[in-house]
């Protein structure tokens, strides 16, 4: 039986209570936006306006980055018994799509208890093998052991993260030769001209070389989100009586405070928005 030095027990029960306060307050501020968006008509039509999909989208990905996306996706060697891993799922609607337009099975990860729930609630009526469950990025088990993926995606869903290093290293380690890892993002830049932490870590990773082989390229949409943003806060002028109609005022607050506290950061000139692409390769 291992002795565990009381100070390293400490600090181990209080990061563990930490991850856990995180995870319950960001599931308990993301329920009551869930549980309305998904049965909403406003917003459904919100979003395909803005969007051009109808589905009740939560991320800032517009036809341009869904189809570059999209791209990336079909450029990957692929085999029937591969599978994906949607990183940050929400309610599961682009998982599902995936795995239909691949033909893989899947697995959906979010840390919200209520969009696992939509999720599977979705995937009742849908014909795919996808699987959503309950997991905090926090946590460095949060993967089941030695699961592998030929693709990890995430769509705007690692927000909050403390060490880019420890989860690239973790993903990496789960992805199979020739697979990718396809991360949209959106970074806080502490001056001008900063890169982004995501970026930092991949660059760090490489110096080490770790064992592990892997090439790296980013898109860049800033100017884009921006653009996006503004559109975003505009239509929901127009949609402002339908949300009101619904009783969905809170979902309408909501989007409008995403849009200034976007907005705000654009102005400073002090955000960047990214589309990385991480290929695990074998030389």
Partial sequence: MISWPKEL???LKKA???????QRK???AFSSFYRDAFNSEAYLTFCTSLYGRSLPQFNLIDSDQWDLFLEELKGIPKRGSDRFLDLGCGMGHNTLEVSKMLKLSGVG???SEDAVKKGKKLNINELTDVTFRLGNFHDPFFLQKNEKYKIIFSL?????LKDWEDMLTLLLDRLEVDGKILIFYSSILKEYEEEGPLAKALKSLKRKKNGVNFIFR???????EEVLLRRTDKLLEDFKASFKKEGLDGLYKTKKDECKKGLFWHQKKRTKRLFTVIEKVSF
């Fill in 218 to 224: 980013s898109y860049d949409f800033t100017k884009q």
């Fill in 156 to 160: 705007d869903g690692l927000y909050g």
């Fill in 26 to 28: 960001m599931s308990k």
């Fill in 16 to 22: 563990f209570v930490q991850r856990s306060s995180f």
């Fill in 9 to 11: 027990t400490k600090l």
């Fill in 109 to 111: 990860v979010d840390f």
